[in-house]
């Protein structure tokens, strides 16, 4: 990664060793520079050196010159295509009123709310796949594709960031499958615009299935992935569910104290995990089951099916391309270099 400084015009010195190393080596070549002119005039004015002004000229120039080589100088030009890793990951997650409950750990064992679980969640896989693409899709009553694929890691991010669960008003319980057919027409477009690629699904839920329908398999997704995961957040211990308004926080919502309440008992509402959920809908989808806690997150949740293929885009976001332009100075130093081997070889002749 190349630090840029003082770019004008386009123009800009970005040190392939950076800028700690790069500037110190740079400012030692420039030091030594300035001692050969100064000991060239004192060894002139004492007449102790046979040393010619051409020499102390050609010396201090392969010296200037390396200290620019060492800075190297660099031109920035604005593109629209990207190399990008052949890895497509869709990441779910479900946003119901059970995600607001407050049992969570993630990496700490501090307690946080599922939702934030599955908010750093998701930074830990965007970061786990450097310059893949990414859909993210959320569900409650139904799956929502929000962010279509994309290499904007930091789309992905905010989305995450600004995830809310759905207000207690418009819940209508927990249905695992809610995200199936948003998942299927995700998978299929991507497979049939990237046919090569390698497709990951991480479906980041507390597993729970209130509904009484009975839940409708995944499997039918194994035709277009190469892998996938289920995401526990939440305990199995459980915790109760606070009442959500609309634009409330999770975190504001569990510090009002008012819970959903459990029509059987009158009692407020217990939510769990439900690992085994979580299991089975692994195996439907020839995937993995991880949970998260205090001892787990998904940094090194990597699938071993990733792909090591490399492909070109075009996006519509602008960046900027460095690239060093050291050769017209390389060849200046290798003309200066040949005459100072030429030099030395003559005066070595006339000493002999």
Same mark, same amino acid.
């Given at each position: 990664m ?5 770019? $004008? !015009? ?33 060894r ?10 051409g /020499? ?5 120039l $392969?010296?200037?010159? /390396? ?9 920035v ?5 990207r190399a ?15 995600? *607001? ?5 993630y #990496?700490?064992?501090? /307690? ?10 998701v ?27 994309t ?5 992905? !991010?905010?989305?995450a960031?600004?995830?809310a ?7 209508a ?13 995700? =998978? ?22 209130t509904? !009484? ?14 892998? #996938?995961?289920?995401? #526990?957040?939440?305990s ?14 999770? *975190?504001?919502?569990?510090? @009002?104290?008012? &819970? ?6 009158g009692e *407020?509402?217990?939510?769990k ?11 439907e ?7 998260? !806690? ?7 949740q990597?699938? =071993?099916? =990733? ?22 100075? /390389?060849? @200046?130093?290798a ?8 030099? &030395?070889?003559?005066t ?5």
């Open positions: 190349h630090l840029e400084a003082e770019t $004008m !015009n386009g123009f800009t010195f970005s040190p392939a060793l950076g800028w700690p190393v790069g500037g110190a080596l740079a400012a030692i070549a420039l030091v030594l520079a300035v001692v050969e002119i100064v000991l060239f005039v004192r002139r004015r004492k007449a102790s050196s046979d040393e010619t002004i /020499a102390t000229i050609r010396r201090t $392969m010296l200037v010159i /390396a200290a620019i080589m060492l800075l190297t100088p660099s031109v030009t604005p593109t629209t295509s990008i890793n052949a890895t497509d990951v869709i990441v779910a997650v479900d946003t119901t009123g059970s995600m *607001a409950v407050e049992d969570a750990t #990496g700490s064992t501090e /307690a946080i709310t599922r939702i934030d679980a599955a908010r750093k969640a930074h830990d896989i965007t970061s786990a796949y450097p310059n893949a693409s990414f859909a993210a899709l959320r569900f409650g009553a139904s799956g929502t594709l929000d962010v279509p694929l290499p904007d890691t930091p789309a992905i !991010n905010n989305w960031d600004t995830l669960v759905e207000a207690t008003s418009v819940s319980g927990s249905s695992l499958d809610a995200p199936i057919d948003q998942l299927l027409l995700t =998978a299929k477009s991507i497979r049939e615009a990237h046919p090569d690629d390698a497709i990951v699904l991480y479906l980041i839920t507390d597993g729970e299935q509904s !009484n329908v009975t839940r409708r398999t995944f499997s039918s997704l194994r035709q277009y992935l190469n892998d #996938g995961f289920t995401v #526990g957040v939440g199995t211990e459980g915790g109760k569910i606070p009442v959500i308004a609309d634009g409330v926080s999770a *975190a504001d919502a569990n510090a @009002a104290d008012q &819970w959903v309440t459990d029509p059987d008992t *407020a509402g217990i939510s995990m439900d690992a085994q959920n979580l299991k089975d809908i692994a195996d989808i020839s995937g993995t089951y991880v949970p998260v !806690n205090a001892s787990s997150a998904l940094a090194d990597v699938s =071993a099916k =990733a792909s090591k293929q490399w492909r070109t885009t075009v996006t519509t976001k602008k960046r900027t391309r460095t690239t060093a332009v050291v050769w017209p100075l /390389a060849i @200046a130093l003309v200066l270099l040949a005459w100072e081997f030429g030099a &030395w070889i003559a070595s002749r006339r000493l002999l």
